[in-house]
């Protein structure tokens, strides 16, 4: 563990030393890029451009799983029955590197795994070449009592549009104009499925936040620099066919177009987001320092026998499922990331508890403990710890004290930040 940190410490030298001190982005690399528009887009000087006073309260809906047990016993009780000799699991199972190489050193077993993913998925995958971003400032005024705040609160924002040949994608890059308080950090959130639109409905701009009660409105309202975008099928972003190479060419492009440009980058994913950061965590370029893995850990073996819990036509790629299980990809990201968190919460499916702790976790600690448990129910009894009785969505109480924890002093609290119990 000793030769793993000292190498995670000199990739992270190597990165920093690319970016200039004091400034959010690397001017240089920015002009070497070619892409028309990328300085507008980083710059960050204020823009006002349109100014949208945002509708409240946020919206009080919480999107509950639908299934009748919120504990990891209860996913055991569904589960385990289907896990018996000659089941899918068990055909799948004698495939997994982990069966074939329980013994493995961290960075060996990463290594393996980063090599299959290789040839199985990322040769299937076309990055895109990013030609332009159109640019649109807009600025945000969140009202009194929205998050706990007596006062207003302004937040900046751009809207990006990345183009590549006739394909569009949309992200919105928050408070560009505090990059420098925070040392060149910034969050990048990456969505799940919660309805159409969903950077809007998770800035509070649509549907008074839909069923993420306008997270991304209250991370924002923290004064924290934070990207998000909009995949295919699901937002602004140019509509095509659902599958697992246009989904990861998406992660692709905002990864080398945007992110690489940032001092410092800290995950963030629910759900569908949180699947999407699982194969994020394999090829990222850019300097991601931490990720928060929530809410979603249903076992892959679950989507080749019916019923087919947590699937996703985005990401659902038999080929894949017949050769990796999602403590793959999270054991390539806690190599590759110093800092790392899974989180459930009460109100979430005790299916995505069961595949949790007893198929990630006892799969990720035959090579390391470098992670945490988190959220708002530690321990998967389906009971919230905390007394917050939240449901499929982000403990943002327990997120920023996560961040505080691993960004140190860089992290510059806002005074508005509701304290954590």
């Known amino acids: 563990m000793i030769i793993v940190t000292l190498q995670r410490l000199q990739r992270g030298i190597a990165v920093a030393s690319l970016m200039l001190t004091g400034c959010g982005v690397s001017r240089a690399d920015v002009a070497a890029s070619g892409i028309p528009n990328l300085t507008e887009a980083l710059d960050s000087r204020v823009i006002t451009g349109r100014v ?18 919120t504990s990891r ?13 000659g089941t899918v699991f068990q055909s799948l199972r004698a495939r997994w590197l982990s069966t074939q190489h329980p013994d493995a050193k961290l960075e060996v077993i990463a290594g393996r795994i980063r090599d299959r993913y290789e040839k199985i998925v990322l040769n299937r995958v076309d990055t895109p070449n990013v030609t332009h971003i159109d640019v649109e400032p807009m600025t945000l005024v969140y009202p009194s009592n929205y998050y706990e705040n007596t006062e207003p609160i302004t937040v900046h924002l751009k809207r ?14 928050a408070n560009y104009d505090r990059i420098q308080l925070h040392d060149g950090a910034v969050i990048l959130q990456i969505n799940g499925h919660f309805g159409l639109n969903p950077s809007r409905q998770g800035l509070g701009l649509d549907h008074r936040g839909g069923a993420s009660g306008a ?9 924290l620099p934070l990207l998000t975008y909009d995949d295919h099928n699901e937002g602004e972003s140019s509509n095509a066919s659902p599958d697992l190479p246009r989904t990861l060419e998406n992660m692709q492009m905002i990864d080398r177009a945007l ?7 800290d995950g963030l994913g629910l759900s569908g987001g949180t699947e999407r950061w699982y194969h994020f965590s394999v090829f990222f370029q850019c300097n991601v ?4 893995y929530a809410g979603f850990a249903m076992p892959l073996w679950t989507r080749l026998d019916p019923p087919h819990f947590g699937s996703d036509r985005d990401t659902h790629d038999e080929l894949f499922i017949r050769n990796f299980q999602y403590a793959d990809l999270a054991l390539v990201g806690i190599y ?6 899974f989180a459930h919460n009460a109100g979430e499916a005790g299916g995505s508890k069961y595949g949790y702790f007893e198929e990630m976790v006892p799969i990720i600690r035959q090579y390391t403990d470098a992670f945490e448990t988190r959220g708002g129910d530690r321990d998967g009894d389906g009971i919230s710890d905390t007394g917050r009785d939240l449901a499929h969505e982000y403990d943002l109480l327990d997120y920023f004290a996560f961040l505080d924890a691993v960004r140190g002093a860089s992290s510059s609290p806002a005074a508005v930040r509701p304290k954590a119990e």
């Open 215 to 223: 997270a991304l409105g209250k991370i924002a309202m923290q004064h």
């Open 336 to 341: 590759r990331i110093p800092h790392v968190a």
């Open 73 to 85: 016993a209860f996913g055991r009780s569904t589960l385990g029955a289907r896990k018996g000799p």
């Open 289 to 292: 320092q931490s990720v928060y």
């Open 52 to 69: 949208i006073h945002v509708q409240g309260p946020p919206s009080d809906r919480r999107d509950s799983d639908t299934l009748p047990g």
């Open 259 to 265: 992110l690489t440009h940032f001092k410092r980058v």
């Open 160 to 173: 990006l549009s990345l183009r590549a040949g006739d394909r569009i994608l949309v992200a919105y890059y």
